[in-house]
């Protein structure tokens, strides 16, 4: 049995209501687009969100018809800011197909965003709280201030720590930290547990986007992104910072000079991941990841042990571990 279906396994029927319910919020529409929303609903990966609200209802209490709600609610916005940022990103491919931006055109991807979005709205004012129309409100808007922060970071060449750890709070922790905080109110958790689940969320979330950050160091693989395309958008993630940051000054001159310039040809950008490899950049960046596993521990540390919690557990190994 593979990881990810190990750490499913205490979840496993709710995982199946929450697809037949995520499928049904993305069908009966109008027909002259359902069949884009079929090529949506067709396309979910591994649903690792849900799953980490699944467990994060489950570790502080008895998962209800609340907690597939809010899933789907989450699932729906994810999926909107996905279609938007293929577009915003150029990228031709998602989860191993073609995105809805190559399969269609721009105009329809950015749309069906908008689309998706609604419905993520409209579901969640059905859900008729107060405090979950907030935490949705809260999070579009740190979705979108991340990715916009991300744009003007690059243009700005900003080759500060914190800046980095600004914006994959926004745009990756931030949904992450959603997930896991719904997931404990959906089950009427103390506000103490809501407080240590949306910090449990928060140090993932950031682990799941240095992760995805180091992929870009490598060889495409399976991981279903190219090799040096954050590079070629100018956007300096970890490894790279850390390099810039660390190297003797003479060399770390040079490397922005090439940054600078804007012309991430081939050349360059091998020259820039060898560089960061070079300086200790990927190293660095998994101890980072080590440090917030460690983290997230002390805090599940405070429940009691359950099939659960040592899903979770697997869990932030399966983010640190993972292939793609």
Known sequence: MDKLRTITCPIQNEIELFQVSFRQALHGHNSRFQGLLDYVAGSNGKQIRPIILLLSAQLCGKINQKTIDYAVILELLHTATLIHDDVVDGAMERRGQSSVNAMFDNRIAVLLGDYILSLAIINGINTQNQQVLGIMGKLAQNLSEGELSQLIFSRKLSVDEKSYFDVIHKKTAALISSCTELGAISVNA????????????????????IKDDIFDYFDKGNIGKPTGNDIREGKITLPLLHALNSAPEDISKSMLSLIKKQDFNPEVVSRLIDFAKEYGGIEYAESCMLSLKRKIIAILDKFPESETKTALICLIDYIIEREK
């Open 190 to 209: 103390s506000p103490e547990d809501v407080d240590f689940l949306r910090q449990i969320g928060e140090n993932m979330g950031l682990c799941f986007q």
